[in-house]
């Protein structure tokens, strides 16, 4: 077990592992899934409540004075990737499918990582606060912008996303995510000083929508009918997108003139994409069904780069 924490893979990534063997080998029918549904909706709008009750606008505003690396880092998000996405969707669409091209493209428009972007900017020695708000902005923002890029990419490929499924972000992750911050003046430090209530939270909710995500795939036939050769195709797009957008962090960070402590931040915060955040709002845009296949991309994309970030933060751990 040591030896797997020295590579990124902690318990809790096993047990996202786990949990999705259990969505294919183990689905919820009927009632029992419609109660899971129930129970997701609400353990995601508590999450984003957490989320808006624990964060310091007044952190975002400091941090954003590093206006060189946040306009670089928010670029990286919301711009580099959803070409990135584009492009290797038009290369590759064709192999993988309409249902897991659109993964990719959901995959390259969502914010980056809080946690483990900002644990990795402090391992390698990195700026920490400008990490923190780099990643904090990139999450508020997402809230909204990653719907409305998902909508317009949906529309542009002859799909489309209902406004009800707009709707349900408004009412189960943004309206939440308000309520919080309006009421952190009394809840902030509570929340704050009870870190372990809110990663309960965090990761059950996670660990619920993988598994409800996976069954409904599996009840619905789904994995039948995807060959391993997509499979296998899928893992390859994925983790050549990761390169992809690893290397030009590097590439941007060097031609920027960016000092080492800002290019780790860069590196940390523009090259990952947050499962906690995405998986939340697929559920709000996208039907149960084809759920599984949706969020396949975004699963191979955070397991694949915590393990790369854990080995890059390693061999630049700051003494």
Known sequence: MNYLKRLGIDTYMLLLLATVAAGVILPVHGTGAESLR??????????????????????????????????????????????????????????????????????AVLPSTIQSSVAFTSIAGGNVPAAICAASVSNLVGVALT??????????????????????????????????????PWLGGFVNQHKTVTMFVDRGSIVLIVYAAFSASTVSGLWAAVPLSTLVTVFAVVWLFLALAMGAMVAIGKVSGLDKSDRAALFYCGSTKSLASGLP???ALFAPDIL????????????????????VAKQNEAP
Do not use: E
Request: with cysteine; glycine share 12%.
């Open 38 to 107: 129930h129970v997701t909706y609400w353990a995601v709008s508590l999450l984003f409540f957490l989320y808006g009750a624990k964060l310091d606008p007044g952190a975002v505003r400091a941090g954003l004075l590093n206006w060189r690396l946040q306009g670089l880092t928010f670029g990286a998000t919301y711009v580099l990737f959803p070409l990135l996405g584009l492009l290797l969707v038009a290369v590759f669409g064709g192999v993988l499918g309409t249902t897991v091209a659109t993964g990719v493209l959901f995959l």
């Open 281 to 283: 709002i697929a559920t």
């Open 147 to 184: 719907p409305a890029l998902v909508a317009l990419f949906l529309h542009q490929g002859g799909a489309g996303v209902s406004l009800d499924a707009i709707t349900k972000v408004g009412m189960q992750i943004l309206l939440p995510f308000v309520i919080g911050q309006i009421l952190r």
């Open 292 to 311: 599984g296949a949706i969020v396949l991309p975004l699963m191979i994309y955070h397991m694949s780069q915590l393990l790369v970030c854990a080995l």
